[in-house]
């Protein structure tokens, strides 16, 4: 899944992209715009996280990859939600996060 814009930043692990993302799954086609990023779960809303994110996937200009979309929320075939790693560039999104993740 290529060339998405992020629009939102909802919470901590919890972005909105345009276009809407489509994925084929049991015979049933889904889509949707908001997608949960894999490795930044478990961290609540965290404010600087927000922060970071959107200073890293707002208006930028490189290119977004979504890489092994799982669908989590799919009820509402129009209103899907995916689980996905995001990656800008060829960078992995929670690249930039690592330090909520080291054992103190």
Request: glycine content about 6%; proline content about 2%.
């Amino acid at each position: 899944m290529n060339d998405f814009k992020v629009t939102n930043i909802i919470d901590s692990n919890t972005i909105e992209v345009s276009p809407y993302w489509q994925m084929e799954y049991n015979g049933h086609m889904y889509s949707g715009n908001k997608i949960n990023v894999r490795g930044l779960e478990g961290l609540g809303n965290n404010e600087e996280v927000v922060n970071r994110l959107n200073k890293i996937l707002i208006n930028t200009e490189q290119q977004l990859t979504l890489d092994s979309p799982e669908l989590i929320d799919y009820l509402n075939t129009k209103d899907a939600v995916v689980s996905c790693s995001i990656y800008l560039g060829q960078t992995n999104v929670a690249y930039y996060f690592s330090e909520f993740f080291i054992s103190k």
